[in-house]
């Protein structure tokens, strides 16, 4: 069964923090105490292409390639940085949940521009293109455990362990679209691709495949806890396991009555039971 709980266009991100969940959308950042019901936090000029939250620190990219930021939790904001010399999209912004001064950004950028993903030690104020990473669709944080990031993208995957000060290539080297952190055990990590679904158990080092049951494999949104994987796929609804893809549900047939592309998919970390799905036009 599945309830529409709000009308706002174009909703991207969902990010948890202290109770609130928090998503960017088409003019503005939107937020939610009680996961049902949402209202505006701050109204932007631009679309919201991503956001990430650390604290009282709340991050957002613009489709204007203006980074915001806020430091008391949605109150007040500030304009940061603006990309719009090198991008000409933005993939993701992720902030440290340790340290929220530590932010990075990963870009689609102009031919001639070397580096894709740039990283800011003090609060988005300057940005220096991070140095051990190559083509990354998004820095993903462990938020229980400071030493473990991960980073991720098309046909690329690296891992540190001590922080982000160095990344090794990792062997999941698919067409890499989305990377879920299992909320409830933080080694292990579902990898949506173009090729299927992956995980691994040691927080990177290994990988096995999650498609034996799977009858499509080209993977644009994912989230996962408690052994619940919820999947956004191409030309399909969305797929969704229980069981730790032993078995897997929609796809069309059971028909879920939500679908398209390039989506978002959210497994509530309080109870595994809820997920959130958004549509192109609204949640």
């Known amino acids: 069964y599945w309830y529409k709980v709000s009308n706002y266009p174009y909703v991207v991100d969902f990010n948890y923090e202290n109770g609130t969940l928090y998503a960017g959308m088409a003019y503005g950042i939107i937020y939610s105490r009680n996961m049902r019901n949402w209202s505006i936090l701050h109204t932007t000029g631009s679309p919201v ?43 993701s912004v992720s902030a ?42 998004m820095v993903l944080f462990d938020p229980e455990n400071q030493s473990r ?24 080297q698919t067409d890499n ?10 080694d292990i990590l579902i990898m949506g691709t173009d090729q299927g679904v992956y995980e691994t158990k040691d927080a ?15 993977v644009y949104g994912m989230s996962t806890s408690n052994g619940v994987i919820a999947a956004d ?22 028909s879920i009555p939500l679908a398209g592309e390039a989506t978002v998919v959210y497994v509530n970390p309080q109870n595994s039971s809820w997920i959130y799905y958004l549509q192109n036009g609204g949640k």
């Not at 939790?73 to 993939?91: E, L, P, R, V």
């Not at 990031?149 to 999941?172: E, L």
């Not at 679209?177 to 933080?186: C, E, H, I, P, T």
């Open 233 to 254: 796929m191409q030309d399909y609804s969305q797929f969704i396991s229980l069981n730790n893809a032993l078995t897997w549900i929609g796809g069309n047939v059971p």
């Open 49 to 91: 292409e991503s956001i990430s939250v650390s604290g009282n620190y709340i991050y957002a990219m613009l489709s204007d390639h203006e980074l915001i930021r806020s430091t008391d939790s949605g109150k007040n904001w500030q304009n940061m940085h603006n990309f719009s010399s090198i991008s000409y999209d933005t993939w």
């Open 149 to 172: 990031v991960w980073a991720y993208g098309p046909g690329y995957f690296a891992y540190s362990t001590d922080g982000g000060i160095i990344f090794t290539v990792g062997p999941q």
């Open 204 to 218: 990177g080092m290994d990988w096995i495949s999650l498609n034996e049951n799977l009858s499509n494999t080209l």
């Open 177 to 186: 679209m989305v990377l879920a952190l299992d909320q409830l055990n933080d």
């Open 96 to 137: 440290d949940p340790f340290d929220p001064e530590i932010v990075y950004v990963s870009l689609g950028v102009y031919p001639g521009i070397s580096k894709n993903t740039w990283i800011s030690t003090d609060g988005g104020l300057d940005f220096n293109p991070a140095p051990d990473l190559c083509y990354t669709k």
